[in-house]
């Protein structure tokens, strides 16, 4: 079954655009740190697909990817899992097995890989939320997102137009998931981040922000000047730039995953300790309302987003 389900998502082919994405970063950390991403996210959807077994699982995450890139190793299994569940779907517990056992402490980043499966079957957008979790399935969008900036960047990025499956709120988590894509463009500077996302409507440039914070302070790969450079570029969209990165700070926080770039990145844009920061994406998650004209998830990030305005 794992070999199916690759066969029909084609992830060697995926890789062989990651390769060639590459061609373009000149030697150096960016380059290093997205060769070290990749390689873990394969590794992590490769064993989910080999072995979906939640204890050895996380037993062979925990033996072949070093603790500091784990959380991209879950999203690939997030993503491996979710492909096995909706190719059999009179079987679609796998993840949910995952994170109700060992998974549990990187649940943020299986949900977010499990959203590359949004993009590549045709399953039901209201079928496939369902299996996750109420609050944390927006981040499948988050996932979704960042898919389609990469896979899909001509129209995604480069014409700025809206995604063709993500409608209404869900295009808030989407486009975060285009930010994260953001920060990761094979450029020598980060002048153009700003530059792009001016391109965008103005009503999607919060979600954009959102997403390069989280991107800055998750996966780093650029040094503290760039950062700088950036948070002085995203003038009233700050405290944007602060959600984003408070909101990876928890999810290693959670995963007791530690960086030094979440360190950099808590630092310049939340001005606090990344256990600072993860505390109060915590403490705003307490008590959410449930589902209403406005979704639990978005009282959440409005939650943390107010104190960093």
């Not at 994170?99 to 039901?124: C, D, E, F, K, N």
């Not at 909101?247 to 950099?264: H, K, M, Q, Y």
Request: hydrophobic content about 45%; charged content about 20%; overall charge positive.
């Amino acid at each position: 079954m794992g070999r199916l389900a690759l066969r029909l998502f084609s992830l060697a082919q995926d890789q062989e655009a990651f390769l060639s994405s590459l061609a373009q970063v000149a030697a150096g950390p960016l380059r290093w740190r997205m060769e070290a991403i990749s390689r873990s996210f394969s590794e992590g959807c490769h064993a989910a697909l080999e072995d979906p077994r939640p204890g050895p699982l996380a037993a062979r995450l925990a033996r072949r990817v070093e603790p500091e890139l784990q959380g991209f190793a879950y999203e690939g299994a997030g993503l491996g899992l979710a492909l096995l569940d909706a190719v059999t779907p009179w079987r679609r517990h796998r993840l949910a097995d995952f994170i109700a056992g060992p998974g549990s402490p990187q649940t943020y980043m299986l949900h977010v890989g499990s959203g590359w499966v949004m993009a590549r079957l045709p399953v039901s957008h209201r079928w496939f939320l369902s299996g996750l979790d109420p609050v944390l399935g927006w981040l499948a969008y988050d996932g979704l997102g960042f898919h389609d900036a990469f896979f899909h960047g001509g129209r995604i990025v480069g014409r700025a137009e809206a995604p063709r499956r993500a409608g209404g709120y869900a295009l808030r988590p989407f486009d975060a998931g285009v930010g994260r894509r953001l920060w990761l463009l094979p450029e020598a500077g980060v002048s153009y981040v700003p530059r792009i996302i001016a391109t965008f409507a103005a009503s999607r440039h919060a979600g954009l922000w959102m997403g390069v914070g989280e991107a800055i302070t998750f996966a780093g790969g650029r040094d503290a000047a760039a950062v700088a450079e950036v948070r002085q570029a995203a003038g009233d969209h700050a405290p944007q730039l602060a959600l984003g990165s408070a909101f990876a700070a928890e999810v290693r926080a959670r995963a007791g995953n530690p960086s030094p770039w979440t360190d950099l990145a808590c630092a310049l844009l939340c001005h606090q300790e990344p256990a600072a920061a993860a505390a109060v994406v915590r403490e705003a998650l307490a008590g959410l309302p449930p589902d209403g004209e406005v979704p639990a998830y978005e009282v959440w990030r409005e939650r943390v987003r107010a104190r960093y305005r």
